[in-house]
T-cell receptor, first 111, second 115 residues
Framework: DAKTTQPPSMDCAEGRAANLPCNHS???????VYWYRQIHSQGPQYIIH???NNETNEMASLIITEDRKSSTLILPHATLRDTAVYYC????????????FGKGTRLHILP | DTGVSQNPRHKITKRGQNVTFRCDPI?????LYWYRQTLGQGPEFLTY????????KSRLLSDRFSAERPKGSFSTLEIQRTEQGDSAMYLC?????????????FGDGTRLSIL
């Protein structure tokens, strides 16, 4: 079973920041937080991952709370193309095998 | 485009027929994964390879399913005697093994419809 909890859906106005929350209260010290998204009719796309420090790349920022029990993915200026299902995933540090997906958050960007 | 390639994109077949899907991973990636996704659900892990070795198989992978990666490059997933419940999107992903926590890169899947 997935070790994360996400809201089933969210709306965000185009041009605004989209903040997607994820709860992973049972995360272990050796587990990373990963985010993927899946646009309709496409495969999942890797966005970002982190262990305990905040991370930023060209797609998004990842904010992890100090106790590591929750995180937020931030899309700074959402566009219509960001409409997708966003998956928050926890993966062990020293393993490179399967990803266990939950149901994710369906993000609707509103024009 | 040098991403993960899957063929065919769509497959429609009658119940009881055999089907085979192909996945071509990113060229330098030695790990290859298969997932299945049904409507409204996240992808579910089926199996993965490191080079040509199949390292793990999910309980979802019944005896009718077989996956191969004979030369450690492309992979095939075969379903024998298809059933209605096999209708799903079959996703392939690859990653660079040997360094932990490498992200998996996914193809756009093969959508299987069983009539």
């Amino acid at each position: 079973d997935a070790k994360t909890t996400q809201p089933p859906s969210m709306d965000c106005a185009e041009g605004r920041a989209a903040n997607l929350p994820c709860n992973h209260s049972t995360i272990s010290g050796n587990e990373y937080v990963y985010w993927y998204r899946q646009i309709h009719s496409q495969g999942p796309q890797y966005i970002i991952h982190g262990l305990k420090n905040n991370e930023t790349n060209e797609m998004a920022s990842l904010i992890i709370t100090e106790d590591r029990k929750s995180s937020t993915l931030i899309l700074p200026h959402a566009t219509l193309r960001d409409t997708a299902v966003y998956y928050c995933i926890v993966r062990p540090l020293n393993r490179d095998d399967k990803i266990i997906f939950g149901k994710g958050t369906r993000l609707h960007i509103l024009p | 485009d040098t991403g993960v390639s899957q063929n065919p994109r769509h497959k429609i077949t009658k119940r009881g027929q055999n089907v085979t899907f192909r996945c071509d991973p990113i060229s330098e990636h030695n790990r290859l994964y298969w997932y299945r996704q049904t409507l409204g659900q996240g992808p579910e892990f089926l199996t993965y390879f490191q080079n040509e070795a199949q390292l793990e198989k999910s309980r979802l992978l019944s005896d009718r399913f077989s996956a191969e990666r004979p030369k450690g490059s492309f992979s095939t997933l075969e379903i024998q005697r298809t059933e209605q419940g096999d209708s799903a999107m079959y996703l392939c992903a690859s990653s660079l093994g040997g360094a932990y926590n490498q992200p998996q890169h996914f193809g756009d899947g093969t959508r299987l419809s069983i009539l």
